[in-house]
């Protein structure tokens, strides 16, 4: 199975995008989803994830009340609408798969991963 992020691009400060991550078969069952984002020579920090079976979200302090994270049960695309965008958001954004359940904010947990999807916020 693979994941396949899109969406990303240059936005000004203040607009918004919205990120997608399809998996190559719609038959692929996971735990959860996350979205996770990197910086260059930094460690990948968690941004959001959705439990599949409830659809109960997380949300990293940093963008809580401004990112989104949604699903679709029919296509198992998940989805990071991010409004309110600032500059300190620029990053390499990846889409995760998580099987089996475990902690949602480490990485580690995460079996699945996407190519990652740049976003640069302009100021």
């Known amino acids: 199975v693979q994941l396949q992020a899109s969406g990303g691009g240059l936005v000004q400060a203040g607009g918004s995008l919205r990120l997608s991550c399809a998996a190559s078969q719609r038959g692929f069952i996971t735990y959860r989803r996350g979205w996770f984002r990197q910086a260059p020579g930094k460690e990948r920090e968690f941004v959001a994830s959705i439990r599949w079976e409830d659809g109960i979200t997380d949300y990293s302090d940093s963008v809580k ?59």
């Open 65 to 123: 009340g401004r990112f989104t994270i949604s699903k679709d049960d029919v296509t198992k695309t998940v989805y990071l609408q991010m409004n309110s965008l600032k500059p300190e958001d620029t990053f390499v954004y990846y889409c995760a798969a998580q099987i089996t359940g475990g902690s949602t904010f480490d990485p580690k947990n995460y079996a699945y991963w996407g190519q990652g999807t740049l976003v640069t916020v302009s100021s």
